[in-house]
C-alpha cells in the first residue's frame, strides 16, 4: 500500500495493560506492560514492563520511582533497555 505522497504504509499495533493497588491511602503500587509492532516487515516486536510506586504526601504533591524494563525491536536485533526514573510534581 502507499500513502497519498506514494510512500509505503505499515500496519502495526501498540498496547498497554496497567494494575494499581493503593497499598495504603496515598501510596499506590503499579505494575506495566507495554508492546508495540510498527509493521516493518522482518522486525520484531518491542516488549516493556514498569514497576512503580506513586506517593500523594499533601494534596497537590506527588512522588513516584519508577523501574523500566524494555526489549526493543531494531531490524531483527532486540536491544535490552532498563532505567529508573524518579519525578516530582506540584500543582494547583
Known amino acids: 500500500r502507499l500513502s497519498a505522497e506514494g510512500l509505503p504504509t505499515y500496519t502495526g499495533y501498540t498496547g498497554i495493560a496497567q494494575a494499581d493497588l493503593e497499598i495504603v491511602q496515598g501510596v499506590h503500587a503499579m505494575l506495566t506492560g507495554e508492546a508495540l509492532s510498527r509493521g516493518y516487515s522482518g522486525e520484531g516486536t518491542s516488549y516493556g514492563g514498569w514497576v512503580s510506586v506513586w506517593w500523594f504526601p499533601v494534596p497537590h504533591v506527588d512522588a513516584r520511582l519508577?523501574?523500566?524494563?524494555?526489549?526493543?525491536?531494531?531490524g531483527t536485533a532486540k536491544i535490552p533497555e532498563k532505567s529508573a526514573l524518579v519525578t516530582a510534581h506540584v500543582y494547583f
Open 66 to 74: 519508577d523501574f523500566v524494563d524494555h526489549e526493543l525491536a531494531v
